[in-house]
């Protein structure tokens, strides 16, 4: 993939739509979507770690090399099974007389990454009237940001977006929907906090309607009293939406931060035994000094990582691409000099 690419060219891809029109910010237009991810991830925090780079340095391969290695991968947050299987195939293929000298793991490792996961994640058709998507995930881990970048990357592309503020246990979070709702044109349905979740999701679909938008983007509660709670309120409002509209929500999104790690991990288990996922958004991969999560949830939970968070900022949304992650991540340019 080239620096070429134009990002919002990459959110059209997504989501199955035209470019048409659209025309993206002169600054995005001119940094493309894989120098963005590289300069998001080569912030201080994000180089390779020092036992990456050491291992990437020139030299013979021995098994220290790929016990190294597996340990490295299992550091970096890509899982137990991932960094097992990466080992095995990198191993192989230097049995195979492919790769001979460590400084070559570096290229072997970003292609078997790329190779594990899913090369392009599946797209998020907007083919309803209007398309549903419900965001999830623990309080803090950029829900209520991840659906105003949502929507200001459809209004980009020429959609009309209701949001629902489902999270009614934070006045903040309906506030802070608000301002997101506005920046992009976006119709917020919201009611008073304290309010029925499923009431609000249901509005917002009905609004949807009335109002032919293109898609409604329904934020949740992350925390209540109890995690059981919690995931009970999910279900209803999942319950709700499918009233509404029986093949709704097309899309259940879980928000996960990646500087929570393997923790992370075990958010999804739980909220993909509430609700059905159909993909993950991970959020803050700036901030992650890890940032493997994406690979560990890809192989462990067979959930596409559909999109990834790289700040705070509207356009710090991207749709995910394995290999410019891979590349990002594993790439010994991004080592400390
Ligand atoms: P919610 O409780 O899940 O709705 O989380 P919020 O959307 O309120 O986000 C919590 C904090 O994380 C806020 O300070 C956001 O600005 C920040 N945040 C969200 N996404 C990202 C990201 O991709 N990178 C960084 N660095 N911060 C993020």
Redesign the pocket.
């Known amino acids: 993939m080239s620096d070429e690419v134009d990002e919002l060219g990459r959110w059209a891809e997504l989501f199955d739509l035209p470019l048409g029109e659209a025309v993206p910010e002169p600054e995005v237009r001119r940094r493309g979507i894989f120098s963005r991810l590289k300069e998001s991830l080569t912030k201080p925090s994000q180089t390779i770690s020092p036992q990456l780079a050491g291992i990437f340095a020139p030299g013979l391969i021995t098994q220290e090399t790929w016990d190294d290695l597996e340990e490295a991968l299992i550091g970096a947050d890509c899982g137990m099974d991932a960094s097992l299987a990466l080992v095995e195939e990198l191993r192989s293929e230097a049995m195979q007389g492919r790769i001979v000298n460590r400084n070559e793991i570096a290229k072997g490792l970003v292609a078997a990454v790329t190779r594990q996961m899913t090369p392009a994640p599946p797209k998020i058709s907007l083919h309803a009237d209007p398309t549903v998507i419900l965001v999830v995930?623990?309080?803090?881990?950029?829900?209520?940001?991840?659906?105003?970048k949502l929507a200001h990357r459809l209004h980009q592309l020429d959609q009309k977006v209701v949001i629902g503020a489902a999270?009614t246990f934070?006045a903040a979070?309906i506030d802070?929907l608000a301002i997101w709702a506005d920046r992009s044109d976006a119709h917020l349905v919201r009611q008073a906090p304290g309010a029925d979740p499923g009431a609000v999701a249901f509005d917002a679909v009905s609004s949807g309607v009335s109002r032919q938008a293109d898609v409604v983007l329904i934020?949740t509660a992350?925390r209540l009293q109890t995690q059981h709670n919690l995931m009970e309120e999910l279900r209803k409002v999942h319950a709700v939406l499918s009233k509404a509209n029986p093949d709704a929500p097309h899309e259940t999104l879980l928000?996960l931060?990646a500087t929570t790690g393997q923790n992370g991990l075990s958010q999804a288990r739980l909220f993909g035994q509430a609700v059905p996922l159909t993909g993950v958004i991970v959020?803050?991969?700036?901030?992650s000094a890890k940032g493997g999560i994406a690979v560990a949830i890809n192989r462990e939970l067979g959930i596409p990582v559909k999109m990834?968070?790289?700040?705070?900022q509207l356009d710090?949304?991207q749709p995910f691409n394995a290999q410019a992650y891979a590349q990002a991540l594993f790439s010994p340019d991004h080592s400390p000099s």
């Open positions: 995930g623990v309080n803090g881990s950029g829900k209520t940001t991840t659906v105003g999270d934070r979070a802070q934020d992350g928000v931060d959020t803050k991969l700036d901030g990834i968070g790289v700040g705070e710090d949304l």
